[in-house]
């Protein structure tokens, strides 16, 4: 049974940047790979990035790409999700989550934290 829980979160003005970070125990973390989501009020669960079991591989959608970056220090248990040049749209809760493989369905992901809010204020 994997653990997570984020922070970060917080309130910020458009342009502006935060990081959040995801540290994970009760289990492996390099056996997974790991993913952040966003939900917006009233809007379904999004994929935002997702990395590999040794960061070999990342995944950005569209949207984010060029302004986040996902990074993983497997020493520390921690993902991480830098965020530069946020956007109001952009506000929404952010979910770390736990696959046994890279991919971009909530689905397919075992393990959730609880969410960190991100609000981005025009």
């Known amino acids: 049974q994997v653990q997570l829980v984020e922070s970060g979160g917080g309130l910020v003005q458009a342009g502006g940047s935060l990081r959040l970070s995801c540290a994970a125990s009760g289990g492996t973390f390099g056996d997974y790979a790991m993913g952040w989501f966003r939900q917006a009020s009233g809007k379904e669960r999004e994929f935002v990035s997702g990395?590999?079991?040794?960061?070999?591989?990342?995944y950005l959608t569209d949207s984010v790409k060029g302004r986040f970056t996902i990074s993983r220090d497997n020493a520390k248990n921690t993902v991480y999700l830098q965020m530069n040049s946020l956007k109001p749209e952009d506000t929404a809760v952010y979910y770390c989550?736990?696959?046994?493989?890279?991919?971009?369905?909530?689905?397919?992901?075992?393990?959730w934290g609880p969410g960190t809010q991100v609000t981005v204020s025009s």
């Open positions: 989550a736990a696959s046994r493989g890279l991919q971009t369905r909530p689905t397919g992901y075992d393990y």
């Open positions: 990395i590999s079991w040794n960061g070999g591989r990342t």
